[in-house]
T-cell receptor, first 115, second 117 residues
Framework: DVKVTQSSRYLVKRTGEKVFLECVQD?????MFWYRQDPGLGLRLIYFSYDVKMKEKGDIPEGYSVSREKKERFSLILESASTNQTSMYLC??????????????FGPGTRLTVT | KQEVTQIPAALSVPEGENLVLNCSFT??????LQWFRQDPGKGLTSLLL?????REQTSGRLNASLDKSSGRSTLYIAASQPGDSATYLC????????????????FGKGTHLIIQP
């Protein structure tokens, strides 16, 4: 079974702090993704990566950065946390199927509260 | 920009009924469509993936269909059980971010399903 793990289930941080959310997958997937989920807005893509050291912006990259130094690990960084970044953060990974990103598998999520 | 809509937003049915959840998308140029289940406070569990060249996929009591020309997908759940209660999400993969095959999903807002015992 594909396993995607996230470093924390719950996190509470203060405004202005630098926050790191870590995601690790064990299926040797090339593609990794970060989404956030908010009531009424659904899931929105923040960033994704299709290879080590590569990154692409999604719908809402402002206020976030990412790092992918190893294939199995994808980090989401909040440079200076703000209250509007309070949300559920979900990481996902997928492999390739004939040049197309295949089925995405999700981690359990990190519920981040910024006070 | 791709938009994915799910109707109804909420559904409550007695145990044992067969039911259909609907998903529509505005841009038919998708690579694939994926159905997920989400339990409260949890991550997403992948249920079915339909490639753009396929018409349907089946897994146990679940059957998902895809009609690209009309921009629609349905998830059919047979003989529903209380354990099926969850939020069901559909998501399309369409190359809208990178222009290529590596891309993020565009999600609908989900159908919250309650199966009454």
């Amino acid at each position: 079974d594909v396993k995607v793990t996230q470093s924390s289930r719950y996190l509470v941080k203060r405004t202005g702090e630098k926050v790191f959310l870590e995601c690790v997958q064990d299926m040797d997937h090339e593609n990794m993704f970060w989404y956030r989920q908010d009531p009424g807005l659904g899931l929105r893509l923040i960033y994704f990566s299709y290879d080590v050291k590569m990154k692409e912006k999604g719908d809402i990259p402002e206020g976030y950065s990412v790092s992918r130094e190893k294939k199995e690990r994808f980090s989401l960084i909040l440079e200076s946390a703000s209250t509007n970044q309070t949300s559920m953060y979900l990481c996902a990974s997928s492999g390739w199927d004939r040049g197309i990103s295949y089925e995405q598998y999700f981690g359990p999520g990190t519920r981040l509260t910024v006070t | 920009k791709q938009e994915v809509t799910q109707i109804p937003a909420a559904l409550s049915v007695p145990e044992g009924e067969n039911l259909v959840l609907n998903c529509s998308f505005t841009d038919s140029a998708i690579y694939n469509l994926q159905w997920f289940r989400q339990d409260p406070g949890k991550g997403l569990t992948s249920l079915l993936l339909i490639q753009s060249s396929q018409r349907e996929q089946t897994s146990g009591r679940l059957n998902a269909s895809l009609d690209k020309s009309s921009g629609r997908s349905t998830l059919y759940i047979a003989a529903s059980q209380p354990g099926d209660s969850a939020t069901y999400l559909c998501a399309s993969l369409g190359g809208m971010y990178s222009g290529g095959g590596a891309d993020g999903l565009t999600f609908g807002k989900g159908t919250h399903l309650i199966i009454q015992p």
